[in-house]
T-cell receptor
Framework: GDSVTQKQGQVTLSEDDFLFINCTYSTTTYPTLFWYVQYPGQGPQLLLKVTTANNKGISRGFEATYDKGTTSFHLQKASVQESDSAVYFCALVKVSGSFNKLTFGAGTRLAVCP | EAAVTQSPRNKVAVTGGKVTLSCNQTNNHNNMYWYRQDTGHGLRLIHYSYGAGSTEKGDIPDGYKASRPSQENFSLILELATPSQTSVYFC???????????FGSGTRLLVI
């Protein structure tokens, strides 16, 4: 079945550090890929989305590139701020008829120290 | 503004009791979902629905039922709650065109 792997459970950085969160996926097709962000006390919200057509997503300074060769979809940001502290989920979508099923990774908790 | 609203925000239940978690969406989306979130597991799909009157089992349906009486409302029912069902539950809505979901703010359930 489909799966998404995030090996980093927690990442701790200082402000202005470079962020890299690893995500790899396994599926039988070329899926649409997402990064969701979850702030404390809230539900996950869409951060960025990448399809096979565009290969790269950019939002709020975050960037992710779809690499079919390595089946990876890593999240990067050049300079993090304390307000970026949150949990980040990588996900893929599988479409079956009129139904979309999102499969999520385990999440990576980012803590940014001032 | 389109939204997904969950109630209650927090719930304490006793083992063996019945628990109903409610979800309402104003997005006019056909698809609705219930997930649970546990540390180390991310978000796991419990039940989903294509539209009013339909419910389908997700990846971890055991111990849960679902009900979709209307386009807007989707409930998750724990007939006999157990401590292993202590978790944070999220409802979401989505449509085929957008692919992504809109999540509610979650319900924190503690079963004692």
């Amino acid at each position: 079945g489909d799966s998404v792997t995030q090996k980093q459970g927690q990442v701790t950085l200082s402000e202005d550090d470079f962020l890299f969160i690893n995500c790899t996926y396994s599926t039988t097709t070329y899926p649409t890929l997402f990064w969701y962000v979850q702030y404390p006390g809230q539900g996950p919200q869409l951060l960025l989305k990448v399809t096979t057509a565009n290969n790269k997503g950019i939002s709020r300074g975050f960037e992710a590139t779809y690499d079919k060769g390595t089946t990876s979809f890593h999240l990067q940001k050049a300079s993090v701020q304390e307000s970026d502290s949150a949990v980040y989920f990588c996900a893929l979508v599988k479409v079956s008829g009129s139904f979309n099923k999102l499969t999520f990774g385990a999440g990576t908790r980012l803590a940014v120290c001032p | 503004e389109a939204a997904v609203t969950q109630s209650p925000r927090n719930k304490v239940a006793v083992t063996g009791g019945k628990v109903t978690l409610s979800c309402n969406q104003t997005n006019n989306h056909n698809n609705m979902y219930w997930y649970r979130q546990d540390t180390g597991h991310g978000l796991r799909l419990i039940h989903y629905s294509y539209g009013a009157g339909s419910t389908e089992k997700g990846d971890i349906p055991d111990g849960y039922k679902a009900s979709r009486p209307s386009q807007e409302n989707f409930s998750l029912i724990l007939e006999l709650a157990t401590p292993s069902q202590t978790s944070v539950y999220f409802c979401a809505s989505g449509d085929r065109e957008r692919s992504d979901y809109t999540f509610g703010s979650g319900t924190r359930l503690l079963v004692i």
